[in-house]
């Protein structure tokens, strides 16, 4: 590593140059100090710091700044800090110049043929063949009599070669803004990151870039560390270190054994604060950074290089046991170098059918060539019968390039380059105005994905609430209290242990502010569940503060921080008698478990047994939970001086407590989310709610929220029975019974970050629906990094996120809001209708042309239309059209049909009715004029014409004709399913209309004034007016094309599909193989056996039903076919014969099993709507099991029935 530092320093002589001065700017270390210190691990690094400095102190001495006060907050010394240290800022890669890009757009091809064509073509123009002999080389320049018009041969190849240039300029152009859109979209995330500091005792948030060295910066769960730094103070501290080390295990950091805290590094547990000591290039991160930096092009090199060897080690692993081993290599050496992320799904469709069209292009082309050349052969050498000249060459030659020109242009017409255009112009558009939605996209293609979504997975808190916490009720010293209680009320050593119990055992960073604004609500800052506690506190006409100040956070003796495994906090403190008291707080079904004593109305110690706990849950915490309340548990145990236990052993130390109180937290949920939630359903989009919270809470909030409503059929789960369901008796997941719960799960409560990843990559990998499911989620956890990854889009929160989850998301949410997501689906589907209105308008062009070209040379031995032209059009087509059709703005309709999925085909049936009904008119219109045109203009026919003749009227009127045409087709091509009305929202995109009339403008132009380079002469205005009047029947022909009923067209097939079932991505299918064997194939089979038995059971059930409602009509209602859930369901027996089967809290886990032995088999539902939502919304508390028959006892009927299930 040190030898790396030095070769690093080598790229920055000016902080060379400032080494040497002793001790630079008056502070105690030099940068070079500082780097080697960064650079040690562990114990090494300790000792070091204890031989140079003493201690930590000492160095935060030595640097000038305070542990506990920070930086005085002057501007002049940070900034001498910065000159000295360095700024915290890595210099991003230089973008690639204008220049660049436009020898990359040079790359292309079709360019490079037409280039090629158009310079052979210069050249032979300027070549006269010597003499007269021109006679015996046939009736070559019959026609150009004009001397000037010979002339003019040159003009061809010029246009062609000026028009490659357009081509290429815009292009260029369009990378070009679309880099540097990208490149203000980096700043603006970079911008947003912002990380806690102490300057002059007062915590601030500052942006990354402006941390300097000496900085005081608080450190806690789900921070990405910005800058290097050595701990002085931890709590519980574990980092993931793996970015730089590659070790996938947690480090422990403490003050006294590890204090190295490195820049990007993700904090996963604990909090703490450190001393900032690097910064920038000198940070470990930076170091890496530069050296990758300064060998960019080696770098290029390198991974070419290093591709090749991926593809030989690859080939090396794999054994070449099949016999297509030829095939397997390739295969594998196309693995080796796929990027990971893989090509989204409208990109992944546009390639292929690209791909398709250009082969089509080409096959095209090829032919036209080789029948104008063989025709000309034989109409010359062998009807004509001449011989082949030397002197006369040039002239043949000329016409062979002819040819080959004509044939270029049907390719280049045929090839839709604009396609990748049109996708970058219209999601770079769409990030741009999504910024303004709250959504600041990440990476592009997840925009565009967005629309396809069939599932989201959301957070509760803070996504669908609005994460100001209140408390509103609370269980204290015997008494429930629906409001918050007087403090007389309570007995002073109660309220005593309360406060101190909420002020301590809570993160000091949390405090509650005063408004900003008169009338205002007080500012919550930190932890939001913290906040609600602080608030209680205030509410009972306390203070946290001063208790915090007599115990500041460095006179805590022991923190055990929250995490997602624990879902409990503890802090230990030190007593003035030398005894210990932990203060214990968490999701109260868990502490309850722990404690043993609860303080009564006196304040005096009880004895709380399990069967006190049962009732607790049942009077005090199941009415909390479904009110919709989250209920926390707050305890305290005390530890005698003698007695000091071992701290490590969480277990036993976090046991034995004593129960102060449980109080209930109110979250409302946010008022617009319930809209949003019927619009995600209305758009075919269902939302399921994982949340860490209890079930009975999560039920009551989805109700309100809309996720779930009374009378469907629905799972709630907790994950312990989502687990329980899902995996088969060796503990191993199992898609074939994941595949039976996730269509019902609406909710998942209680549910670890691995349950969440569960469930999503089991609802991507499912193919049990009749599509793919395409999923969303929302996190804002470090712990969700991994669901947010495995998901197609990951919504990240903005304002609650940690920088774990905003690197792992595609999307971030900046104002939290559920909303912002239905915004999201809006734009992304109408990125994928814009894509479609695009392929609709360009390949009627593409059709019409490329046959207009093939059979014109084929029958009059010249493209009625002509290269420059068929460039023209190429322009008009590809790059304006794109740009017309890809910046439409989204409306609500969009929202009301069903998402397209991963496989539906690009062009609908629809959209293939609208390509070839205009193809039919357009088609018809130019052969019409090609052949009796000139009769009917009364004009000079343009056909057969010698080869450097003036361009004729004839011509020039279909130029124009194709053209107008495709003006007005654009406008048809703004609706795609079949609408009326072309025109509805026009004048909302201005971008459209300027496009139309400038293409109009810029046409006119071409045709008055164009002359020889682009073919065309001058129109008289009746010959315009046809032209438009021609046009505009194209928006007639529309409407006719609307009325033919495409149900009635089965011959029409789609186009465009995404890559099939069949050829699925080799990746995909070797991720899949691990997860799916050929027994689960087997068990498929099986499964219809099993539901031929479950239809039995159905009916066994129904006739029970029959005889117990004694009314026969229920036998053949259909709906009671459906499934044994909608049996539990049905209103005679809604609530009041079913036992109420949920033991909320489990005593242990052991208990639990042993139970599970012996209790009969759980109902097939235990976690229905109409059962649970019942017991908690209707009937709270009444007695529930009454009748006989369905008690699910082990004699009643519904047991046996559950028994041969």
Request: hydrophobic letters at 40%; charged letters at 25%; a negative charge.
């Amino acid at each position: 590593m040190g030898d790396m530092a030095n070769s690093s320093i080598e790229f920055h002589p000016k902080s060379q140059q400032q080494q040497e001065a002793p001790h630079a700017g008056g502070f105690g270390c030099t940068l070079t100090e500082l780097r080697s210190l960064m650079e040690l691990r562990g114990a090494e690094a300790l000792q070091k710091v204890q031989e140079a400095y003493g201690d930590v102190s000492g160095l935060c001495r030595r640097l000038k700044t305070s542990p506990t006060e920070g930086l005085a907050d002057n501007a002049n010394d940070l900034e001498k800090r910065r000159q000295i240290y360095g700024q915290n800022f890595i210099p991003p890669k230089q973008p690639k110049t204008f220049l660049q890009l436009v020898w990359e757009a040079l790359q292309d091809v079709t360019l490079i043929i037409l280039e090629v064509a158009a310079i052979v073509s210069l050249g032979l123009s300027f070549y006269a063949p010597p003499g007269e002999e021109s006679e015996a080389c046939g009736n070559v320049s019959a026609g150009a009599e004009d001397e000037g018009e010979a002339e003019a041969g040159w003009i061809e190849g010029a246009a062609i070669l000026l028009s490659v240039i357009c081509v290429v300029l815009v292009t260029a152009f369009n990378d070009w803004s679309k880099e540097k859109q990208f490149r203000g979209l980096q700043s603006r995330i970079e911008q947003e990151q912002k990380f806690t500091v102490i300057r002059n005792g007062q915590l601030l948030q500052v942006p990354v870039a402006a941390l300097v060295v000496g900085d005081i910066a608080q450190v806690k769960y789900g921070d990405l560390l910005p800058a290097d730094g050595v701990l002085i103070q931890g709590n519980d501290l574990k980092i993931d270190e793996s970015s730089l080390t590659g070790e996938s295990d947690h480090v422990r950091k403490s003050a006294d054994k590890d204090p190295m805290l490195l820049s990007g590094t993700h904090v996963m547990e604990g909090s703490g604060r450190m001393v900032v000591t690097a910064v920038g290039v000198n940070s470990q991160t930076g170091i890496i950074f530069t050296l990758l930096g300064a060998g960019g092009e080696e770098q290029e090199k390198k991974d070419k290089k290093a591709k090749k060897q991926d593809g030989a080690v690859a080939m090396e692993m794999q054994p070449l046991k099949s016999a297509e081993g030829g095939e397997m290599e390739e295969r594998e050496k196309k693995k080796a170098n796929v990027p990971k992320k893989e090509k989204s799904v409208l990109q992944g469709k546009l390639t292929k059918l690209a791909v398709q069209i250009g082969k089509a292009g080409l096959v095209m082309s090829a032919i036209t060539v080789i029948i104008l050349v063989l025709y000309f052969v034989i109409k010359t050498f062998v009807v004509g019968g001449r011989v082949w000249l030397a002197e006369c060459t040039p002239v043949y030659v000329q016409y062979f390039v002819k040819f080959f020109i004509i044939g270029v242009t049907v390719l280049v017409v045929a090839v839709p380059e604009g396609l990748p255009l049109a996708v970058t112009i219209s999601l770079a558009y769409s990030v741009k105005k999504m910024m303004r939605d709250n959504n600041l996209v990440r990476h592009l293609d997840a925009c565009e994905t967005m629309g396809n979504a069939t599932a989201i997975c959301s957070d509760k808190t803070g996504t669908l609430t609005t994460n100001r916490m209140t408390v509103v009720q609370s269980y204290l010293g015997d008494t429930h209290y629906k409001e918050i209680p007087a403090p007389s009320a309570l007995t002073p050593k109660i309220l005593d242990l309360l406060v101190h119990a909420i002020s301590i055992n809570s993160a000091y960073t949390t405090k509650i502010l005063p408004p900003e604004k008169e009338g205002a609500l007080p500012r919550q800052v930190g932890n939001k569940t913290e906040c609600a506690l602080l608030g209680f506190v205030l509410d009972l006409k306390r203070d946290f503060q001063p208790v915090r100040e007599q115990i500041p956070e460095d006179k805590l003796y022991k923190v055990y921080t929250f995490n997602s495994v624990r879902k409990s906090m503890s802090t230990v403190i030190r007593m003035q008698d030398g005894g210990f008291r932990l203060f214990s707080k968490g999701a109260s079904e868990i502490l309850l478990k722990k404690c043993t004593n609860i303080l009564n109305s006196n304040g005096e110690l009880r004895n709380f047994r399990p069967r006190d706990r049962d009732d607790m849950v049942k009077k005090i915490i199941e009415p909390m939970a479904c009110d919709g309340l989250r209920t926390i548990c707050i305890a305290y145990r005390d530890f005698s001086a003698t007695q000091e236990p071992d701290w490590e052993n969480e277990n036993e130390v976090v046991g034995d407590l004593t129960c102060i109180a449980v109080v209930g937290i109110e979250d409302p949920v946010r008022p617009e989310v319930p809209e949003a939630i019927r619009k995600c359903q209305r758009a075919g989009i269902t939302v399921r709610m994982v949340t860490g919270d209890n079930i009975n809470t999560a039920r009551a909030i989805a109700a309100k929220c809309g996720i779930i409503q009374p009378g469907e059929d629905f799972l709630c789960l907790e994950g312990k029975e989502f687990n329980r369901r899902i995996r088969n008796e060796k503990g191993e997941i199992e898609q074939e019974r994941l595949d039976k719960v996730w269509p019902k799960l609406r909710v998942l409560a209680r549910s670890s970050p691995t349950d969440k990843h569960t469930l999503v990559k089991g609802i991507i990998d499912s193919t049990t629906g009749e599509q793919r499911q395409v999923v969303a989620v929302t996190g804002d956890g470090t712990n969700d990094g991994p669901a947010l990854k495995k998901a197609d889009v990951g919504f990240a929160m903005g304002i609650a996120g940690t920088d774990v989850a905003k690197e792992a998301s595609d999307i971030i949410l900046t104002d939290d809001n559920f909303t912002s997501i239905v915004k999201a689906v809006m734009w992304g589907r109408n990125v994928y209708d814009s894509i479609s209105k695009f392929l609709q308008f360009q390949l009627t062009v593409n059709v019409v042309a490329v046959i207009v070209a093939f059979t014109g040379a084929c029958i009059t031995q010249d493209s009625p239309l002509k290269a420059v032209q068929m460039l023209w059009v190429n322009l008009i087509m590809d790059t304006f059209a794109s740009l017309a059709l890809a910046t439409e703005p989204p409306t609500e309709s969009l929202l009301l049909r069903k998402p397209y999925g991963r496989d539906k085909p690009l062009i609908s049936r629809t959209m293939m009715k609208n390509i070839l009904g205009h193809a039919v008119y357009q088609l018809t219109v130019i052969f019409t004029l090609l052949f009796i045109g000139e009769l009917f203009f009364d004009i000079d026919s343009g056909r057969n014409a010698p080869l450097h003749a003036p361009p004729s009227e004839h011509y020039t009127i279909i130029f124009n004709t194709f053209v107008m045409m495709q003006l007005f087709n654009e406008i048809n091509a703004r609706k795609i399913h079949g609408e009326r009305n072309v025109f509805h929202g026009i004048f909302g995109n201005p971008i459209f209309c300027t496009i139309v009339l400038g293409t109009f403008a810029i046409q006119i132009v071409i045709v008055q004034f164009g002359g020889k380079p682009f073919s065309c002469s001058p129109l008289s205005t009746e010959q315009w007016l046809w032209c438009l009047f021609v046009g505009v029947g194209e928006l007639v022909w529309g409407q006719v094309i609307a009325t033919i009923p495409t149900s009635q067209l089965k011959c029409l097939k789609e186009a465009g599909h995404g890559p099939g079932k069949d050829e699925m991505t080799d990746e995909e299918l070797a991720e899949g193989e691990e997860e799916i064997d050929h027994a689960e194939r087997e068990l498929r089979r099986g499964q219809i056996l099993w539901f031929r038995g479950l239809n039995r059971i159905q009916t066994q059930i129904r006739v029970v039903k029959a005889f117990r409602s004694s009314l026969y009509e229920g036998l053949e209602k259909p709906e009671s076919k459906t499934s044994i859930h909608n049996f539990m369901a049905t209103p005679e027996f809604l609530i009041n014969d079913y036992t109420h089967n949920i033991p909320l809290i489990d005593d242990t886990d052991v208990d639990e099993t042993e139970e599970r032995l012996r209790a009969p088999p759980p109902p097939p539902n235990q976690n229905n709507n109409a059962i649970d939502s019942g017991v908690c919304l209707a009937t709270r508390g009444t007695k529930l099991a009454t009748s006989p028959v369905f008690s699910s006892g082990p004699g009643s009927l519904l047991h046996s029935v559950e028994t041969s299930l």
